[in-house]
């Protein structure tokens, strides 16, 4: 009987061993990269060129991405997380008065929100999801408008966010490449991110920046703000 408890014990210990040591397994230093499309530069249009893409993707992401890694090996800063997005999020609320991670961080992970929450295939808000809308916002219509106003009244370049906050989503701006994670405090969640700096539109709509948001409304992809939100399809 004694042998056979410390067998069980020698298993369990060798079984959390192991647990720890896969944990740890999953952590890693994070090195930044731009995350793979799951569509073509051709595939939004006409709503938003293939020109953008390029211009967008390739050189204002990309510039963000290398500048903020840049920053991090220069400073030797590295953050041990299981994906860059938890890591950004750790990053962004630990050193928000350094201006070159906080412009860079920010674009980096601002952009891995827009282009995953845009596709060509448009995707409407499900039943739970549009409920959800009209609650917080009396209509889904009126869900859109107050959003469109949000990005036609921020001034200069920015970010328009749906996001959620406690028990409520909210419609939130920010300048430049700020957003919330900025406050290491924040525990919401941004769903939606859509980007109103010009290098976003100019190529297409030049300064009709309301043009831009009325297409955007056609590429945004809902499922994904109900993923972040950890909403079913129902």
């Given at each position: 009987?004694?042998?056979?408890?410390?067998?069980?014990?020698?298993?369990?210990?060798?079984?959390?061993?192991?647990?720890?040591?896969t944990?740890?397994?999953?952590?890693?230093?994070?090195?930044?990269k731009?995350?793979k499309?799951n569509?073509?530069?051709?595939?939004?249009?006409?709503?938003?060129?293939k020109?953008?893409?390029?211009?967008?993707?390739?050189?204002?992401?990309?510039?963000?991405?290398?500048?903020?890694?840049?920053?991090l090996?220069?400073?030797?800063?590295?953050?041990?997380?299981e994906n860059q997005?938890?890591?950004?999020?750790?990053?962004l609320?630990?050193y928000p008065?350094?201006?070159?991670i906080?412009?860079?961080?920010?674009?980096?992970y601002?952009?891995v929100?827009?282009?995953?929450?845009?596709?060509?295939?448009?995707?409407a808000?499900?039943?739970?999801?549009?409920k959800?809308?009209?609650?917080?916002?009396k209509s889904?219509p009126?869900?859109k408008?107050?959003?469109?106003?949000?990005?036609?009244k921020?001034?200069?370049?920015?970010?328009?966010?749906?996001?959620?906050?406690?028990?409520?989503?909210?419609?939130?701006s920010?300048s430049?490449?700020?957003?919330?994670?900025?406050?290491?405090d924040?525990?919401g969640?941004?769903?939606?991110?859509m980007?109103?700096?010009?290098?976003?539109?100019?190529?297409?709509?030049?300064?009709?920046r309301?043009?831009y948001?009325?297409?955007f409304?056609?590429?945004?992809?809902?499922?994904?703000?109900?993923e972040?939100?950890?909403?079913l399809?129902?």
């Amino acid at each position: 009987m004694i042998k056979l408890i410390n067998l069980l014990t020698e298993v369990s210990k060798e079984k959390t061993q192991s647990l720890n040591k896969t944990n740890i397994e999953q952590k890693q230093d994070i090195k930044f990269k731009v995350p793979k499309l799951n569509y073509s530069y051709t595939s939004m249009q006409p709503y938003i060129d293939k020109e953008t893409m390029e211009e967008h993707f390739d050189k204002h992401f990309k510039g963000y991405t290398d500048k903020l890694n840049a920053e991090l090996d220069e400073k030797s800063i590295r953050v041990n997380a299981e994906n860059q997005i938890q890591a950004i999020q750790i990053i962004l609320g630990k050193y928000p008065k350094n201006n070159i991670i906080k412009n860079n961080g920010g674009g980096f992970y601002n952009h891995v929100l827009y282009f995953e929450n845009i596709t060509p295939d448009y995707k409407a808000p499900s039943t739970k999801f549009r409920k959800m809308l009209e609650e917080n916002f009396k209509s889904f219509p009126e869900f859109k408008e107050q959003f469109k106003e949000a990005g036609l009244k921020q001034f200069g370049s920015g970010w328009v966010f749906l996001i959620k906050k406690g028990n409520k989503l909210v419609i939130e701006s920010y300048s430049n490449q700020d957003n919330p994670y900025l406050d290491k405090d924040f525990k919401g969640k941004i769903l939606i991110a859509m980007d109103v700096w010009e290098h976003a539109y100019y190529l297409k709509h030049k300064s009709q920046r309301g043009s831009y948001i009325n297409d955007f409304f056609r590429v945004i992809d809902y499922k994904v703000a109900e993923e972040r939100l950890e909403i079913l399809d129902v």
